[in-house]
């Protein structure tokens, strides 16, 4: 189709307005094998009657035979063009369909418009990149640990550093919107915890991340645990340059929270299915939610722990201490 | 109510190319948002408004446009169109399907003067 009249499909108008150009030497091969060469003036709203007369047109058959002729005629005829071909228009319009936006609005000039092509979230990406090249070349394992409010994130954590401060160097990023209640009680561990209050923000973002890393003085070889704000929506889409998102849900909540928030099990590697020691208590159905969270992401890992009863505790040190191994082999062969 | 930081972003990056591109007002908005981006599309609207006033879009006219949901079945082998992250296939109900696109979001470009 003509995509500066709409000819072929004749729709398209201007503030209810037919397009109307005057075209001059014309040659078109159609799709059919046919091709005409006219010079006429004509509003493009096809089912024409040309009231104008003297075309000359140049026919190429099937056959391969041709003929030109110059005739009168005036007619109207059903005039089915099936314009999908690519013609060059060298006639003198403007054509404002191709400029950037394939598309143009009354009014508006074209060379006023500034192509930008960036994805909204670039600037937290590229934070979150010189956060992960950082953590790399240190052999730091960084994990977003990411749940709605009450799945026992800090519980499970304060137990998880308990289980690896011998012998391993680790510290923690909390994020909260208010207090440093969370830090105060990772700091009773031993551990050195950072809160980040996001005042009315509602995760965390790779800016505040990169910028507690640095205050943290970071150990090389270490692990970094990073609790975002308790919110099952927003930190999905920012990254902040871990390695993993870790997604903690308890057995007390909905087992259709992954149905329900599917962003955010889509972007974790791992799933935590904590307080698992309620679930005789609980109408819980932990299949359906193993199940409901693999509808979301086919991919993700699911280990159920309970920080009360010890259960899954060890099969989740393991996988942090896997990755901690990996982060410390690639900083050496990247090192190289 | 992440659209607001989302329009934080979108109003970041018209200021960082009102100084390249040298302009000093922006009068329209085209951003590409995918159906599986998590954005809610009346929610970036009105955190865009919101955001921009008193800066060099303020006024300025917000244009969405979606694009689709497509994931690849590995079942079906093709491409097929998803409304949801966790719809399954529409042809063969696998959930084994790995979203390849509509989860974009671009300012794509700006009427400025």
Redesign the interface.
Known sequence: MCNVCGCGAGETTIDGKAVEHGHGGHFHVHADGTAHDHDHSHNHAHDHEHAEAKHMHYHLHEDGSSHEHVHDHLHGHDHQHSHDHDHSHTHGTTHYGLG??GAH?PG?SQS?????????????DSYANDNRSYLAEHGIFALNLVSSPGSGKTTLLVKTIEALNNGMKLAVIEGDQQTDNDAARIRATGAPALQINTGK???L?AFMVGKAMTQLALNDDSLLLIENVGNL??P???DLGEAHKVAILSVTEGEDK??KY??MF?AADLMLLNKCDLLPYLTFDAELAVA?A???N?DIQVIRTSATSGEGMNEWLDWIKAGCSKAVSRKSIDGR | MHEMSLAEGVLQLIEDSAKTQNFSRVRTVWLEIGQLAGVEVEAMKFCFDAVVNDSIAQGAELVIIETPGQAWCLHCAEVVNVKALYDACPQCGSHQVQVTGGNEMRVKELDVE
């Open positions: 950037p936006a609005a508006m006023r418009m500034v192509k930008i092509e960036q994805d909204i979230l670039s600037k937290n923000g509602c995760h973002d929506v927003c999905a889409s920012f992954p149905l599917p962003d889509r409901n693999r509808r979301v086919p």
